[in-house]
């Protein structure tokens, strides 16, 4: 059975979404701060942040899909996902195959 992905530290560490060619540079830039700050506690209740957007809402600022890492990713194979761009459509866009 398929399980949320869980918004600690740890999965964060682990989400390629800021090495992706779709996470822009002005995206890059515009979340700096917000980006390398993730204390867990902080980030239960949001729906909103700028990565790991399989477990939050769409981005604000990736509009265009260049590519997408998650079939890479250790919480695709450990939360049993399936799609991709979850940056451009909350919950997931398109199929990710391996
Ligand atoms: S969800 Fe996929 S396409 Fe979007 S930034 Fe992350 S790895 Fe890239
Ligand atoms: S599956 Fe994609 S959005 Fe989720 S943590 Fe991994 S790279 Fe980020």
Redesign the pocket.
């Known amino acids: 059975m398929k399980s949320f992905v869980q918004k600690t530290s740890k999965n964060i560490e682990r989400c390629?979404?800021l090495t992706?060619p779709?996470?822009s540079h002005e995206c890059k830039l515009k979340n700096a701060e917000q980006n390398t700050s993730c204390a867990t506690s902080k980030l239960q209740n949001r729906t909103h942040y700028e990565k790991m957007?399989?477990a939050f809402e769409k981005?604000n600022c990736?509009h265009t899909?260049k590519?997408?890492?998650?079939n890479k990713c250790l919480n695709f194979k450990e939360y049993d996902l399936s799609n991709?761009?979850?940056?451009?459509h909350t919950g997931g866009g398109r199929l990710c195959r391996l």
Do not use: Q, R
Request: aromatic share 16%.
């Open positions: 390629l979404c992706c779709s996470y957007f399989c981005s990736i899909d590519g997408c890492l998650c991709c761009t979850y940056c451009l």
